[in-house]
């Protein structure tokens, strides 16, 4: 079985796709030049490497007939990200929904009509010191 190791986000306006994967996720980029792209394209790193991790994408200006993205982006505090999904150009197409022994998701559209996946992982449930 194949793990996803690299995606890619077109973008109708780089710079404002940048502002908020920015903003919401903390997402670094880096413009590079790529042999054969003739757009403009940005490396996408989106937190250190680790194991069981996608830490590496690409942005570039959406082509005619380019398709949608869709991933999930794992997020430490949904309700913070939730909260400047449309102060930065977004909207939230789905409400959270919580996934016994996941975490809670959530699905937004970005500022550039993109779908994504928000995912807050489920704390680790401590046994109560009076269970036995």
Same mark, same amino acid.
């Given at each position: 079985? %194949?793990?996803? %190791?690299?995606?890619? #986000? &077109?973008?109708?306006?780089? /710079?404002?796709?940048?502002?908020? !994967? ?7 980029? +880096?413009?590079?030049?790529? &042999?054969?792209?003739?757009?403009? !394209? ?13 830490? +590496? ?8 007939? /380019? /398709?949608?993205?869709? +991933? ?10 939730? /909260?400047? #999904? ?24 970005? %500022? ?16 109560? &010191? !009076? %269970?036995?």
């Amino acid at each position: 079985m %194949s793990n996803i %190791s690299y995606f890619e #986000v &077109p973008a109708d306006d780089v /710079s404002r796709a940048k502002k908020f !994967y920015t903003g919401i996720l903390g997402w670094d980029f +880096m413009r590079t030049k790529v &042999p054969g792209i003739p757009v403009e !394209y940005w490396n996408i790193t989106t937190g250190k490497s680790r194991k069981d991790t996608l830490n +590496m994408g690409g942005l570039y200006q959406r082509r005619e007939g /380019s /398709s949608r993205m869709l +991933m999930y982006a794992e997020v430490k505090d949904i309700d913070k990200a939730l /909260s400047q #999904v449309e102060t930065l150009g977004g909207r939230i197409l789905n409400p959270k929904m919580a996934l016994p022994t996941v975490g809670i998701l959530v699905t937004i559209i970005d %500022s550039e009509g993109n779908l994504i996946g928000l995912w807050e992982k489920e704390k680790e449930r401590h046994p109560s &010191p !009076y %269970s036995r």
